[in-house]
């Protein structure tokens, strides 16, 4: 009721009122639709359309845009962020938010456009540094691609000519310099054309070169923007330890990120040329001397307001870690080859071809160096209950009728033959019973992921003592019915290290040791899940037994401190899983990670992954996927 005696409110909120939100295009948040709402539909639509298989959609993060601001918006912020849709080798970055447009299913057709434009996009860019003919490029290369996509995809003229024609209406820059004024005018022309409007305006005539204080063009939404980032050396530091906590980062979309190679990452000198009274923010990183255990509040907010994260190591242990999606530069491949006891090759998808002998696997048995804690009585339970229900598939006697030798006579037989001779048939001599143990041909390999990423707490449990027993209680439901299985482990730290680890080899009972190296396991360090998944066939195509089993329990993407992450690694594990297939294997992975429907699909399939959203039920949600799968 007072509020209007408190000045700095009332001032504050009028001032919000008039310059806080002032965005150079309108928009309609009750007409909105999200990008999480319409992702598993975007991802089946961007694949539908000839889009890669490993890309990853995800949220675009908002940037600094570089247009000319409105006077209400150089008086407030002083800049506009935009979140709009990019792409390059790895990554399609949508709209977080789709609310341009008045009509939700007009935000909606938005979306379905954006995944038909950037699954027929090419690797194009413009390749001048001059801001007026790099958007003269960037308008022709988008001409280009809208003629493409209408090409193949005759059925989306009407969504994009409705789409042309509604951003015309949405679309005002006001009084723009007279160059700029020609850059917008031609975009009104193609937005013009595209929505099937007359077009009388004569042709514009541009500069040799951007005149002074040009600023670039108001992208234009249903246009989006190819980014090639240059490869960069992998970083020769492999460091890396569990963070006390881990924090999951406030707000929406994939973060831009370098890493900072620079020598400033290690110069720990406390003399700083700058007076830092005499600014009002600091958006870069600056490697200065201080603890590494300071209070993390605002790191979340600091880094929802960066354009760019900067990644730098430290020798320091951190006191907390922050997870969230980093859209880094790819690292390049280091192409030579290494020696080992095992090796093998690498799909290098940008090349197209195999990099042979590239990884190095080190195999060993795993160590026992603690006693199995005593089962909780829910445990115990559960495998006792597990062991039940096992022991019903081991195999049991089958008796064969009409055989030549056996235990003893068929009387439905002996029947049949003596009443076809009192009919002046022929009898048959295949009168005898046969009991003989049924068919139960089956190999399981139960690969583990033990990367670091196991270390994290979620929903109150450590994901690595959840997998111990998950693990504990199909080890003693298979060995119940006497399926022929062993449990390897993996983790790496770079390809000339990948350790796998044998908790249980084929042939060997199931005993109190290998509990024990079930209870002794630890984290380790990364998720080249490529390399083990071919290490992990090869041993199990050796079993003599005719089904073969390949099942992977991991927590998370696959990922190396070198150049192993994003699509790279993800392309890389879908050839290791296609080449275990073609070998007779069935490959199926389990997961913890409840947004893992982004990313294995296109690692193993459809069909052949499984996802168990609550961590504590995958003791006995893992028991159950095995036996669907056997059946």
């Known amino acids: 009721m007072l509020e209007f005696l408190e000045l700095e409110e009332t001032v504050g909120k009028f001032w919000h009122g008039l310059v806080g939100s002032t965005a150079s295009m309108p928009r309609y948040p009750d007409e909105a639709v999200t990008f999480d709402q319409v992702k598993p539909y975007l991802a089946t639509c961007f694949r539908g359309f000839g889009g890669e298989v490993a890309a990853q959609l995800g949220p675009a993060h908002a940037k600094t845009a570089r247009h000319r601001l409105r006077l209400r918006q150089l008086i407030g912020l002083g800049e506009e962020k935009v979140a709009g849709a990019s792409r390059d080798g790895g990554s399609v970055l949508l709209p977080p938010v789709a609310d341009l447009f008045p009509d939700r299913n007009l935000n909606r057709d938005f979306y379905v456009w954006l995944s038909a434009y950037m699954a027929t996009m090419l690797a194009v860019v413009p390749t001048t540094s001059d801001p007026m003919l790099a958007d003269i490029e960037t308008l022709d290369i988008a001409s280009l691609a809208v003629a493409r996509v209408l090409g193949q995809f005759p059925g989306l003229a009407s969504r994009y000519r409705a789409l ?148 730098g190591r430290r020798k320091e242990r951190p006191s907390a870690k922050f997870r969230f999606d980093l859209d880094l530069p790819p690292e390049a491949a280091d192409p030579a080859s290494i020696e080992g006891e095992a090796t093998y090759p690498e799909w290098n998808y940008r090349k197209g071809a195999y990099m042979p002998s590239y990884c190095r696997v080190i195999c060993s048995a795993a160590s026992i160096d603690r006693e199995p804690q005593e089962p909780s009585a829910d445990s115990k339970a559960l495998v006792r209950r597990v062991r039940k229900q096992f ?80 693990l504990s209680v199909i080890a003693n439901g298979l060995s119940a019915c006497g399926t022929n299985h062993s449990i390897l482990t993996f983790t790496s730290r770079r390809r000339s290290w990948v350790r796998i680890e044998t908790v249980k080899a084929f042939g060997e009972e199931m005993s109190g040791d290998v509990e024990r190296r079930i209870a002794s396991l630890k984290p380790g360090y990364y998720t080249r899940i490529g390399a083990a998944i071919r290490h992990a066939a090869a041993d199990l195509n050796k079993q003599p037994n005719r089904t073969k089993l390949l099942l992977v329990l991991t927590d998370g993407k696959p990922n190396d401190i070198d150049h192993y992450e994003g699509r790279f690694a993800l392309e890389d594990s879908r050839k290791a899983v296609a080449e275990a297939r073609r070998t007779g294997l069935s490959v199926f992975a389990v997961t913890v990670d409840k947004d893992a429907g982004s990313y294995l699909p296109a690692m193993f399939g459809r069909n052949g992954f499984a996802i168990v959203g609550d961590i504590a039920r995958l003791p006995a949600a893992l028991p159950a996927i095995y036996r669907g799968l056997t059946r």
């Open 164 to 311: 042309c024609g509604a951003l015309l209406l949405e679309r005002r820059r006001g009084i723009l310099p007279p160059v700029e004024r020609l850059m917008e005018n031609r975009i009104i022309n193609m937005l013009s054309a595209g929505a099937g409007l007359a077009d009388g305006a004569p042709p514009s005539i541009f500069p040799r070169k951007a005149p002074a204080g040009y600023q670039g063009m108001l992208a234009v939404p249903l246009w989006p923007v190819y980014t090639v980032r240059a490869e960069i050396r992998s970083g020769t530091g492999d460091e890396d330890q569990a963070a006390v906590k881990i924090n999951t980062l406030a707000g929406s979309g994939r973060f831009n990120a370098e890493r900072e190679t620079a020598r400033s990452t290690t110069d720990r000198s406390p003399f700083i040329l700058n007076r830092f009274e005499k600014i009002l923010a600091m958006a870069e990183m600056v490697s200065v001397d201080r603890p590494t255990n300071d209070k993390d509040d605002g790191d979340k907010d600091a880094a929802n307001n960066l354009d760019e994260v900067r990644l």
């Open 391 to 470: 022991e019903i598939l081991r195999p049991r006697n089958e008796t064969l009728r009409s055989q030549l030798d056996g235990n003893e006579l068929d009387l439905d037989a002996v029947v049949r033959m003596r009443a076809d001779l009192a009919a002046g048939g022929e009898g048959t001599e295949k009168i005898q019973l046969l009991s003989r143990p049924q068919g139960h041909d089956l190999a399981v390999t139960i690969l583990v992921d033990v990367s670091l990423s196991t270390d994290a707490w979620f929903d109150d449990h450590r994901v690595l003592d959840v997998e111990k027993e998950a």
